[in-house]
């Protein structure tokens, strides 16, 4: 990989020089107070806003927050963030109101050496994920007219060719960020020659987000343990009732080939907990994972299946987890996913835990992130990036 990295531009001359960081400050807000639940992502680029600051750049950072439809919501404003992360830095993070007008501009000229701006959500722009090359690249000049040099941190972003992604850095002189490097380090090493046995854990809830990823593993993986919503195609592909859990019924047919294609090596839950409904106090049982009584919605793996998965990762020295095993956001159906992390975070293992909701289900269980060897801040990127695809983010790196 020919990518120049943030190093190489610090050995340069940046005292002074405006250098735009890509990040991805797309974190969960809490729907009824707007606050932020899990800062991991802006923890994930501190490094890099770290190492910028102290060599006296003009440090710009842009994001996009959610999916807002190309105007600006302020139910999506990154405002929140700015507040969040100059606590982080011990310094205030000057906050735009847009992201390249009049705000963005006086803003960006008002900043001292070493100082921080975030600018208004990407997103609030239609050229930032437009499919017209014309209208991305006008938005892109705007962006790269703010800035010397363009730092791409936003590793969960990489995979989406957008302009602030994709179009920005054939403007600018370009580099990977810190965050950027260690992950495509990582994902580089499961994509390699990993130590064996190499299990990975999927779940989540829909089969179709990880057919793509499925059929790039199975050859490459010892084991792959499924549980979440997911299993329950799965489940049916074996003829099983499944009640009212999660079910893509067109998927059921691919479901059944990949488990004749997969020769022993794809591990389904052997029981889960089935519940009268999505409630967080819905009344619930353990019951056979070929026994799903057919009112009942299976909301998390049982703990047979726990002890069954915890084994088969014990003996792995290669691991890579993507999604939760239940709906750990309710207490009584985390069991599962907590059952799993913790026998990831025990196991004598290079451990990956993959991005978005099974990171986020790290920290919200409370466990010890540093008893994992890396948490992605991708989730549709770590996926991407094993499935061996190109990656818009990284291609305009490497150019
Ligand atoms: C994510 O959370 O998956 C990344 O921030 C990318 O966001 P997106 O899926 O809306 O492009
Ligand atoms: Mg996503």
């Not at 195609?233 to 999660?246: I, P």
């Not at 889960?272 to 049982?285: I, L, N, S, T």
């Not at 057919?294 to 998390?300: A, Q």
Request: aromatic share 4%.
């Amino acid at each position: 990989m020919n990518i120049r990295t943030l190093d190489d531009l610090l050995a340069e001359e940046v005292t002074g020089r405006r250098v735009l960081v890509r990040a991805d400050l797309n974190v969960p807000l809490d729907k009824q107070t707007g606050q932020i639940t899990d800062d991991g992502r802006i923890r994930a680029v501190l490094p890099t806003l770290g190492a910028l600051v102290q060599a006296g750049a003009k440090v710009v950072v842009c994001s996009h927050l959610g999916r807002p439809k190309g105007s600006p919501d302020p139910a999506f404003s990154l405002r929140p963030v700015a507040g969040r992360l100059g606590e982080l830095l011990g310094a205030p993070v000057h906050f735009a109101e847009d992201t390249v007008g009049d705000s963005a501009r006086s803003t960006v000229a008002g900043l001292a050496d070493g100082q921080v701006a975030l600018l208004e959500n990407l997103r609030f722009n239609p050229g930032e994920t437009s499919k017209d090359e014309a209208q991305r690249g006008a938005f892109a000049d705007q962006l790269a007219a703010l800035a010397d040099a363009y730092v791409d941190d936003a590793f969960g972003a990489v995979h989406r060719r957008h302009a602030s992604v994709y179009d920005v850095p054939a403007r600018l002189p370009h580099v990977a960020g810190r965050l950027v490097l260690r992950e495509v380090e990582v994902l580089g090493t499961l994509t390699g020659e990993p130590d064996r046995p190499y299990v990975v854990v999927l779940g989540g809830s829909k089969v179709s987000d990880k057919l793509a990823v499925i059929e790039a593993l199975l050859p490459k993986v010892d084991r792959l343990l499924v549980g979440g919503g997911m299993c329950f195609t799965f489940l049916k592909a074996q003829g099983h009732e499944v009640g009212s859990s999660l079910l893509e019924e067109e998927m059921v047919e691919t479901c059944r080939s990949l488990l004749e294609r997969a020769g022993g090596k794809i591990m389904l839950p052997v029981d889960v907990v089935a519940a009268d409904a999505f409630a967080p106090d819905a009344p619930h049982d353990t019951v056979r994972a070929d026994g799903i009584p057919s009112k009942r919605v299976g909301l998390d793996i049982g703990p047979e299946t726990v002890a069954g998965f915890a084994a088969a990762l014990r003996g792995a020295r290669t691991i890579f987890w993507n999604g939760p095993m239940g709906v750990f956001e309710m207490a009584a159906f985390a069991h599962g996913t907590r059952g799993v992390a913790e026998a990831i975070a025990n196991a004598d293992a290079f451990t990956v835990v993959g991005g978005g909701d099974s990171a986020a289900a790290v920290r919200a269980l409370g466990l010890d992130e540093q008893a994992f060897s890396h948490i992605s801040t991708g989730g549709g990127a770590s996926l991407e990036y094993l499935e061996g695809k190109t990656l818009p983010g990284i291609a305009a790196l490497e150019n």
